[in-house]
């Protein structure tokens, strides 16, 4: 079945730090691909997103390009702030399936 | 406009107890989806309703879990009895679309003793 894998945490930087988040996936179908981010309370939002191959998705400073050939969509950022600090999630949606796969999410801290 | 509602947002009973979560997707929206993580795991997809209709439950873990949506607004999510296995987050979302963008809820953190 599909699945999405992407970098344990937590993960500490300090402000201004660059960011990246790696993620793969695997699908049986063609994905759309998603980063999904969770403030302290919060539900969780939608960040970014990136329905075809070589599509970057881009928001609020992050950015991820859809890599078909490596099965990657990884989150980067060139300089975080203290209230990036939150979970992240990256997710897949298959091909004519509604069901958001996620994986198991990285908690961001960002420190001044 | 307001977003997804939970209801409670965070709930502990005792192993064996009945718990009823509720979710009130944003206005207009039919279709609505439950998700669940449990601690240090991925967020895994239960259900999905359009209007009042379960579109697809293949995510369900067992017959202790029930969801309702009675009148295609808001819907409940009941588990009884609830065993230690069931504790985590359960997330609501909503889109207008079949396929279309999924705005989530705070979620409900359950708790079983």
């Known amino acids: 079945g599909d699945s999405v894998t992407q970098m344990e945490g937590p993960v500490t930087l300090s402000e201004e730090a660059f960011l990246t988040i790696n993620c793969t996936y695997t699908?049986?179908?063609?994905?759309?691909l998603f980063w999904y981010v969770q403030y302290p309370g919060e539900g969780l939002q939608l960040l970014l997103k990136?329905?075809?191959?070589?599509d970057k998705g881009s928001n609020k400073g992050f950015e991820a390009t859809y890599r078909k050939e490596t099965t990657s969509f990884h989150l980067e950022k060139g300089s975080v702030q203290v209230s990036d600090s939150a979970v992240y999630f990256c997710?897949?949606?298959?091909?004519?399936?509604?069901?958001?796969?996620f994986g198991k999410g990285t908690r961001l801290s960002v420190i001044a | 406009e307001a977003g997804v509602t939970q209801f409670p947002s965070h709930s502990v009973i005792e192993k064996g107890q009945t718990v009823t979560l509720r979710c009130d997707p944003i206005?207009?929206?039919?279709?609505l989806y439950w998700y669940r993580r449990v601690m240090g795991k991925e967020i895994k997809f239960l259900l999905h309703?359009?209007?009042?209709?379960?579109?697809?439950e293949s995510g369900m873990p067992n017959n202790r879990f029930l969801a309702e949506r009675t009148g295609g607004t808001y819907s409940t999510l009941k588990v009884q009895p609830a065993e230690l296995e069931d504790s985590g987050v359960y997330f609501c979302?909503?889109?207008?679309?079949?396929?279309?963008?999924?705005?989530f809820g705070p979620g409900t953190r359950l708790t079983v003793t």
């Open positions: 990136a329905t075809k191959a070589d």
């Open positions: 309703f359009v209007k009042e209709s379960k579109q697809d």
């Open positions: 699908a049986t179908g063609y994905p759309s």
């Open positions: 206005s207009g929206h039919d279709n």
């Open positions: 997710a897949l949606r298959d091909s004519g399936n509604t069901p958001l796969v």
């Open positions: 979302a909503s889109s207008q679309d079949f396929l279309g963008e999924q705005y």
